[in-house]
Protein backbone atom coordinates (compact mmCIF):
# COMPACT_ATOMS: atom_id res chain seq x y z
CA UNK A 1 0.00 0.00 0.00
CA UNK A 2 1.32 3.54 -0.65
CA UNK A 3 0.89 6.33 1.47
CA UNK A 4 0.43 9.96 1.64
CA UNK A 5 1.10 11.85 4.87
CA UNK A 6 0.65 14.62 7.41
CA UNK A 7 3.72 15.28 10.22
CA UNK A 8 3.11 18.14 12.41
CA UNK A 9 5.58 18.98 15.07
CA UNK A 10 3.51 19.60 18.81
CA UNK A 11 4.96 22.58 19.49
CA UNK A 12 1.98 24.68 19.61
CA UNK A 13 -2.31 24.17 18.32
CA UNK A 14 -2.46 24.27 14.31
CA UNK A 15 -2.92 27.54 12.73
CA UNK A 16 -5.09 28.10 9.74
CA UNK A 17 -1.87 27.73 6.92
CA UNK A 18 -1.41 24.54 8.61
CA UNK A 19 -4.93 23.04 8.71
CA UNK A 20 -5.05 23.87 5.33
CA UNK A 21 -1.77 22.05 4.43
CA UNK A 22 -3.18 19.49 6.26
CA UNK A 23 -6.56 19.21 4.45
CA UNK A 24 -4.69 18.90 1.05
CA UNK A 25 -2.09 16.51 1.80
CA UNK A 26 -5.22 14.21 2.88
CA UNK A 27 -7.35 14.99 0.04
CA UNK A 28 -4.91 14.63 -2.37
CA UNK A 29 -3.79 11.23 -0.85
CA UNK A 30 -7.89 9.97 -0.79
CA UNK A 31 -8.42 10.97 -4.61
CA UNK A 32 -5.21 9.16 -5.53
CA UNK A 33 -6.45 5.85 -3.99
CA UNK A 34 -3.32 6.08 -1.24
CA UNK A 35 -3.70 5.45 2.13
CA UNK A 36 -3.03 8.11 4.54
CA UNK A 37 -0.96 8.49 7.51
CA UNK A 38 -0.94 10.85 10.41
CA UNK A 39 2.54 11.38 12.00
CA UNK A 40 4.31 13.28 15.32
CA UNK A 41 7.70 14.58 14.94
CA UNK A 42 7.93 15.34 18.24
CA UNK A 43 12.11 15.25 18.83
CA UNK A 44 12.33 18.78 18.44
CA UNK A 45 13.15 20.45 21.96
CA UNK A 46 10.07 22.81 21.59
CA UNK A 47 7.56 19.90 21.66
CA UNK A 48 5.04 19.62 24.08
CA UNK A 49 3.03 16.23 24.66
CA UNK A 50 -0.39 18.52 25.17
CA UNK A 51 -0.24 20.01 22.11
CA UNK A 52 -0.22 16.75 20.25
CA UNK A 53 -3.58 16.13 21.51
CA UNK A 54 -5.02 19.46 20.67
CA UNK A 55 -3.58 19.06 17.20
CA UNK A 56 -4.73 16.07 16.48
CA UNK A 57 -8.56 16.66 17.84
CA UNK A 58 -8.70 19.85 15.52
CA UNK A 59 -7.64 17.62 12.82
CA UNK A 60 -10.47 15.01 13.53
CA UNK A 61 -12.88 17.83 14.21
CA UNK A 62 -12.10 18.77 10.47
CA UNK A 63 -13.16 15.58 9.05
CA UNK A 64 -9.81 14.32 8.70
CA UNK A 65 -9.23 10.34 9.05
CA UNK A 66 -5.91 8.33 9.19
CA UNK A 67 -4.78 4.58 8.79
CA UNK A 68 -3.86 2.85 11.92
CA UNK A 69 -2.53 4.44 14.60
CA UNK A 70 -0.13 7.55 15.20
CA UNK A 71 3.04 7.53 14.38
CA UNK A 72 5.13 8.84 16.80
CA UNK A 73 8.95 9.71 15.67
CA UNK A 74 10.47 9.22 19.83
CA UNK A 75 8.93 5.86 19.57
CA UNK A 76 10.88 4.73 16.37
CA UNK A 77 14.96 5.40 17.28
CA UNK A 78 16.06 1.75 16.30
CA UNK A 79 15.15 2.59 12.80
CA UNK A 80 17.05 5.54 12.97
CA UNK A 81 20.05 4.12 14.51
CA UNK A 82 20.37 1.92 11.84
CA UNK A 83 20.25 4.02 9.02
CA UNK A 84 22.29 6.56 10.81
CA UNK A 85 25.11 2.83 11.59
CA UNK A 86 24.24 2.58 7.88
CA UNK A 87 25.72 6.18 6.34
CA UNK A 88 28.48 6.24 9.36
CA UNK A 89 30.35 2.33 8.31
CA UNK A 90 30.19 4.00 4.51
CA UNK A 91 32.38 6.86 5.74
CA UNK A 92 29.72 9.32 4.51
CA UNK A 93 28.95 11.22 8.37
CA UNK A 94 32.05 13.40 10.03
CA UNK A 95 31.87 15.48 12.61
CA UNK A 96 31.48 19.12 12.88
CA UNK A 97 32.67 21.25 15.72
CA UNK A 98 31.36 24.36 14.64
CA UNK A 99 28.66 26.43 17.20
CA UNK A 100 27.06 28.44 15.98
CA UNK A 101 28.46 31.91 16.11
CA UNK A 102 30.68 29.96 13.82
CA UNK A 103 28.31 29.05 11.56
CA UNK A 104 26.45 33.14 11.76
CA UNK A 105 30.05 34.02 11.05
CA UNK A 106 30.76 32.22 8.10
CA UNK A 107 27.23 32.81 6.64
CA UNK A 108 28.29 36.43 6.98
CA UNK A 109 32.12 36.05 5.49
CA UNK A 110 32.17 37.11 1.89
CA UNK A 111 31.41 33.85 0.21
CA UNK A 112 29.18 33.21 2.57
CA UNK A 113 25.17 32.11 2.33
CA UNK A 114 22.84 32.18 5.14
CA UNK A 115 21.91 27.95 6.32
CA UNK A 116 24.35 26.54 3.85
CA UNK A 117 27.39 25.22 5.11
CA UNK A 118 30.55 25.68 3.89
CA UNK A 119 32.28 22.65 4.94
CA UNK A 120 34.62 24.27 7.72
CA UNK A 121 35.23 20.71 9.60
CA UNK A 122 34.74 18.57 6.40
CA UNK A 123 38.66 17.99 5.83
CA UNK A 124 40.19 18.36 9.23
CA UNK A 125 43.54 17.03 10.08
CA UNK A 126 43.46 14.68 13.07
CA UNK A 127 45.01 17.73 15.31
CA UNK A 128 42.48 19.58 14.24
CA UNK A 129 40.07 17.45 15.21
CA UNK A 130 41.21 16.56 18.47
CA UNK A 131 41.00 20.96 18.98
CA UNK A 132 37.91 20.73 17.93
CA UNK A 133 36.38 18.23 20.47
CA UNK A 134 38.14 19.73 23.19
CA UNK A 135 36.80 23.48 22.55
CA UNK A 136 32.81 21.57 22.46
CA UNK A 137 34.16 20.03 25.73
CA UNK A 138 34.95 23.08 27.53
CA UNK A 139 31.74 23.95 27.06
CA UNK A 140 30.23 20.77 27.78
CA UNK A 141 28.70 19.91 24.20
CA UNK A 142 29.51 17.19 22.05
CA UNK A 143 29.99 17.08 17.87
CA UNK A 144 27.35 17.07 15.51
CA UNK A 145 27.46 14.91 12.21
CA UNK A 146 27.48 15.99 8.86
CA UNK A 147 26.61 14.26 6.04
CA UNK A 148 29.59 14.36 3.55
CA UNK A 149 27.87 14.98 0.52
CA UNK A 150 29.59 14.91 -3.74
CA UNK A 151 26.83 17.29 -5.19
CA UNK A 152 26.97 21.22 -4.84
CA UNK A 153 22.97 21.51 -5.86
CA UNK A 154 19.83 18.95 -7.37
CA UNK A 155 17.05 19.51 -8.94
CA UNK A 156 13.94 17.87 -8.18
CA UNK A 157 10.18 17.87 -9.96
CA UNK A 158 7.39 19.42 -7.88
CA UNK A 159 3.46 18.80 -8.78
CA UNK A 160 3.16 22.32 -7.96
CA UNK A 161 6.33 24.54 -8.81
CA UNK A 162 7.90 22.27 -11.03
CA UNK A 163 11.80 22.01 -11.25
CA UNK A 164 13.04 23.39 -8.00
CA UNK A 165 16.51 23.61 -7.54
CA UNK A 166 18.40 23.76 -4.35
CA UNK A 167 21.73 23.72 -2.35
CA UNK A 168 22.46 20.26 -1.03
CA UNK A 169 25.01 21.03 1.51
CA UNK A 170 27.35 19.08 4.13
CA UNK A 171 23.57 19.53 6.33
CA UNK A 172 23.70 17.70 9.28
CA UNK A 173 22.54 14.47 10.66
CA UNK A 174 22.75 14.00 13.74
CA UNK A 175 22.52 17.44 15.95
CA UNK A 176 25.29 17.99 19.20
CA UNK A 177 22.74 16.76 21.81
CA UNK A 178 22.56 13.86 19.86
CA UNK A 179 18.80 14.62 18.45
CA UNK A 180 18.67 13.04 15.24
CA UNK A 181 17.89 16.54 12.56
CA UNK A 182 14.68 17.13 10.71
CA UNK A 183 15.76 16.26 7.36
CA UNK A 184 17.22 12.31 8.18
CA UNK A 185 14.44 11.59 10.39
CA UNK A 186 11.98 13.00 7.78
CA UNK A 187 13.56 11.04 4.86
CA UNK A 188 13.79 7.69 7.04
CA UNK A 189 10.70 8.14 8.24
CA UNK A 190 8.94 8.46 4.36
CA UNK A 191 10.93 5.09 3.88
CA UNK A 192 9.88 3.59 6.62
CA UNK A 193 6.07 4.18 5.70
CA UNK A 194 6.20 3.35 2.14
CA UNK A 195 5.38 7.00 1.66
CA UNK A 196 4.65 8.38 -1.87
CA UNK A 197 3.03 11.77 -1.49
CA UNK A 198 4.44 14.27 0.32
CA UNK A 199 2.28 17.76 0.33
CA UNK A 200 3.73 20.47 2.38
CA UNK A 201 4.16 24.09 2.25
CA UNK A 202 6.31 26.04 -0.53
CA UNK A 203 8.80 27.40 2.30
CA UNK A 204 10.21 23.80 2.28
CA UNK A 205 10.68 22.93 -1.25
CA UNK A 206 14.46 24.29 -1.17
CA UNK A 207 15.38 22.39 1.24
CA UNK A 208 14.11 18.89 -0.79
CA UNK A 209 16.96 18.69 -2.47
CA UNK A 210 18.76 17.74 0.41
CA UNK A 211 16.17 15.21 1.62
CA UNK A 212 16.59 13.56 -2.32
CA UNK A 213 19.69 13.36 -2.00
CA UNK A 214 19.67 11.58 1.05
CA UNK A 215 17.54 9.48 -0.26
CA UNK A 216 19.30 8.11 -2.64
CA UNK A 217 21.99 7.51 -0.20
CA UNK A 218 19.89 5.20 1.22
CA UNK A 219 18.60 3.64 -1.52
CA UNK A 220 15.05 5.04 -0.58
CA UNK A 221 12.36 5.40 -3.30
CA UNK A 222 11.68 9.48 -4.09
CA UNK A 223 8.18 10.75 -3.30
CA UNK A 224 5.81 12.80 -5.68
CA UNK A 225 6.51 16.42 -3.69
CA UNK A 226 3.07 18.89 -3.32
CA UNK A 227 5.00 21.90 -2.10
CA UNK A 228 1.64 23.97 -2.02
CA UNK A 229 0.96 27.62 -1.55
CA UNK A 230 1.97 29.23 1.45
CA UNK A 231 -1.06 31.41 4.08
CA UNK A 232 0.43 34.51 4.67
CA UNK A 233 -0.61 37.56 6.61
CA UNK A 234 -1.59 40.86 5.61
CA UNK A 235 1.83 42.33 5.84
CA UNK A 236 3.00 39.45 3.21
CA UNK A 237 5.05 37.42 5.71
CA UNK A 238 4.02 33.40 7.44
CA UNK A 239 1.09 33.42 9.25
CA UNK A 240 1.82 32.30 12.74
CA UNK A 241 -0.25 32.31 15.98
CA UNK A 242 1.43 35.44 17.04
CA UNK A 243 -0.88 36.87 14.53
CA UNK A 244 -4.12 36.71 16.39
CA UNK A 245 -7.40 34.48 15.96
CA UNK A 246 -5.81 31.79 12.95
CA UNK A 247 -6.49 28.82 15.40
CA UNK A 248 -9.12 26.58 15.58
CA UNK A 249 -9.65 27.62 19.76
CA UNK A 250 -9.10 30.98 19.07
CA UNK A 251 -11.41 31.34 16.19
CA UNK A 252 -14.03 29.63 18.24
CA UNK A 253 -13.50 32.45 20.63
CA UNK A 254 -15.31 34.38 17.84
CA UNK A 255 -17.96 32.34 17.04
CA UNK A 256 -16.14 30.08 14.58
CA UNK A 257 -17.22 26.29 14.27
CA UNK A 258 -15.37 23.33 12.50
CA UNK A 259 -17.67 23.38 9.75
CA UNK A 260 -17.07 27.45 9.47
CA UNK A 261 -12.84 27.42 9.61
CA UNK A 262 -13.23 24.55 6.79
CA UNK A 263 -15.38 26.48 4.96
CA UNK A 264 -12.66 29.24 5.29
CA UNK A 265 -10.12 27.02 3.54
CA UNK A 266 -12.31 25.94 1.07
CA UNK A 267 -12.85 29.47 -0.40
CA UNK A 268 -9.28 30.30 -0.01
CA UNK A 269 -9.04 27.46 -2.53
CA UNK A 270 -12.47 28.61 -4.43
CA UNK A 271 -14.50 26.14 -3.24
CA UNK A 272 -17.87 25.94 -1.47
CA UNK A 273 -17.67 23.24 1.00
CA UNK A 274 -18.77 22.38 4.44
CA UNK A 275 -17.41 18.86 4.88
CA UNK A 276 -14.03 16.96 4.76
CA UNK A 277 -15.13 14.97 2.51
CA UNK A 278 -16.75 17.84 0.25
CA UNK A 279 -13.28 19.40 -0.18
CA UNK A 280 -11.85 16.53 -1.10
CA UNK A 281 -14.19 15.77 -4.18
CA UNK A 282 -13.91 19.27 -5.11
CA UNK A 283 -10.66 20.10 -5.12
CA UNK A 284 -8.66 20.36 -8.79
CA UNK A 285 -4.95 19.72 -7.95
CA UNK A 286 -4.27 21.40 -11.20
CA UNK A 287 -5.25 24.73 -10.06
CA UNK A 288 -3.27 24.14 -7.20
CA UNK A 289 -0.29 25.79 -9.76
CA UNK A 290 -1.93 28.72 -10.25
CA UNK A 291 -2.70 29.72 -7.01
CA UNK A 292 -0.33 32.41 -5.09
CA UNK A 293 -0.30 32.63 -1.20
CA UNK A 294 -3.32 33.50 0.68
CA UNK A 295 -3.30 36.44 2.63
CA UNK A 296 -5.73 36.36 5.54
CA UNK A 297 -7.15 39.27 7.08
CA UNK A 298 -6.82 38.68 10.94
CA UNK A 299 -9.22 41.57 11.67
CA UNK A 300 -11.63 40.11 9.49
CA UNK A 301 -11.55 36.67 11.20
CA UNK A 302 -12.25 38.13 14.61
CA UNK A 303 -15.45 39.90 12.99
CA UNK A 304 -16.94 36.39 12.72
CA UNK A 305 -18.02 33.88 10.33
CA UNK A 306 -20.64 35.80 9.07
CA UNK A 307 -18.19 38.42 7.73
CA UNK A 308 -17.10 35.34 5.13
CA UNK A 309 -13.30 36.46 5.57
CA UNK A 310 -11.32 34.94 3.27
Not at 112 to 134: E, F, I, K, M, N
Not at 263 to 286: K, N
Request: aromatic share 8%; glycine share 10%; net charge positive.
Amino acid sequence: MEYGRYAPSPSGDLHLGNLRTALLAWALARRSGRGFLMRVEDMDERSRPQFQERQLADLRALGLTWDGPVQIQSQRIGGYDAAFASLRERGLLYECYCTRRDLADAARAPHGAPGVYPGTCRDLSAAGRRAGRAKLAAVGRQPALRLRTEVKELTIHDEVCGEVSGVVDDFVIRRGDGRYAYNFASVVDDALEHITQVTRGADLAPSTPRQVYLQRLLGAPTPEYWHVPMVLNREGARLAKRDGAVTMRALAEYGWSPADVLALIGRSLGLEVRTAADFAQQLDARALRRRGPWYVDVAALEAGPDSRAS
